[in-house]
């Protein structure tokens, strides 16, 4: 690893820590060395506030060593006026004559602005070092601006012969099958955590009568998405208990009464209604999307490709039937997250365009 490399995965480290306050805004982390000791250290903590590169500049003590300095930071610094300054702005300002980047940004607004105002000051810098993982940090980020959709993660749980449930029809042919642990469910918890919004179907809504919150993880709950075509949920589900709000993808209009926490959204579902509810997702801003369910919701955003990457939860245990799991293409990487005795945890990774 080279002394860039070092420095740099440093700001990676930083920037991980702004998981779960940064967003919309990516994660970024900030490191400035001074004679081979880094004086100041930073990383982007809440949206609306200080970015990385002011963090850092912020934490060095002697601001006189900025000239003779280098910053490493995990994104190209901003180059417009937002909810703060420009950071590349600050950085020439300040003196610094070197900086190290991880990655460019592509968001419109930035995408070589931030670059090309550094190096027409006379700043030298240096942009690709560990690009990959300063990509895939920042995932959605890349997807939502690029893709025009938001960064799509599926997950379901299984029995170890392939089915999620036994055959029901009502609330009166009992509870679903339970495959999840105590464990595993609280890491289910800490993904609805990270995630804006997650989506499940009627039947789903229906036979399970879902939360859909992190009630067992500390963190904002997400936006709560069904799809009910013919307004036929009862009022009664736990989806429109108000603990966060909830959007119902449907055609017809129905009544809620005096309910502010349910939101009705319609759709042509004489046509494809993804690319809709994509469409409608991304003009919301929401980067990060959870599918939960059911079997056949998670098989169409398989089948349309719409998918980035799944969490599968496997039970030591087989049902011999029932409804059946979606089907991935095997040819995509499977990896072992977890084992809790004999529970095994999956996660599927999709090939990223940035």
Request: aromatic letters at 8%; one cysteine or more; a negative charge.
């Amino acid at each position: 690893m080279t002394t860039d490399e070092r420095y740099m995965a440093r700001c990676l480290q930083l920037a991980a820590n702004g998981r779960f306050g940064a967003a919309p805004n990516p994660m970024v982390g900030a490191v400035i060395v001074h004679d081979g000791q880094i004086i100041g250290e930073g990383y982007h903590r809440q949206c609306g506030g200080p970015h990385a590169e002011v963090n850092a500049v912020s934490s060095v003590k002697d601001e006189c060593l900025l000239r003779e300095a280098t910053m490493y930071v995990s994104l190209e610094p901003c180059a417009h006026y937002g909810k703060t300054p420009p950071c590349a702005d600050m950085i020439v300002d300040k003196g610094i004559p070197r900086v190290v980047i991880g990655c460019r940004d592509s968001f419109d607004q930035v995408d070589g602005k931030g670059i090309r105002k550094l190096r027409e000051a006379g700043v030298e810098v240096t942009v690709g070092v560990l690009e990959k993982e300063c990509l895939e940090l920042n995932r959605a980020f890349f997807t939502y601006h690029g893709k025009k959709r938001p960064y799509i993660t599926l997950k379901w749980a299984q029995s170890a012969d392939g089915y999620m449930d036994k055959e029901r029809t009502s609330l009166a042919d009992g509870d679903a099958v339970r495959f999840s642990t105590d464990e595993t469910t609280v890491r289910v918890h800490r993904l609805r955590a990270l995630s804006d919004a997650i989506l499940v179907g009627r039947r789903t809504a229906e036979l399970d009568n879902p939360s859909l919150t992190t009630r067992m993880w500390p963190g904002r709950n997400p936006l709560r998405l069904v799809i009910d075509r013919r307004g036929e949920l009862n009022d009664s589900l736990n989806l429109f208990d108000e603990a966060t709000k909830t959007i119902v993808f449907t055609e017809v209009f129905r009544n809620f009464g005096a309910s502010e926490g349910v939101e009705q959204v319609l759709l042509d579902f004489s046509h494809d209604i993804l690319p809709q509810m994509m469409e409608y997702l991304h003009g919301r801003k929401v980067q990060r999307l959870l599918v939960e369910g059911g079997s056949m919701l998670l098989q169409s955003f398989i089948d349309n490709g719409l998918w980035d990457e799944a969490f599968v939860e496997e039970a030591p245990f087989a049902l011999g039937c029932g409804v059946k799991a979606p089907c991935i293409d095997n040819s995509y990487k499977k990896e072992k997250l977890e084992s809790f005795g004999r529970q095994i945890s999956y996660f599927l990774h999709e090939k990223h365009i940035f």
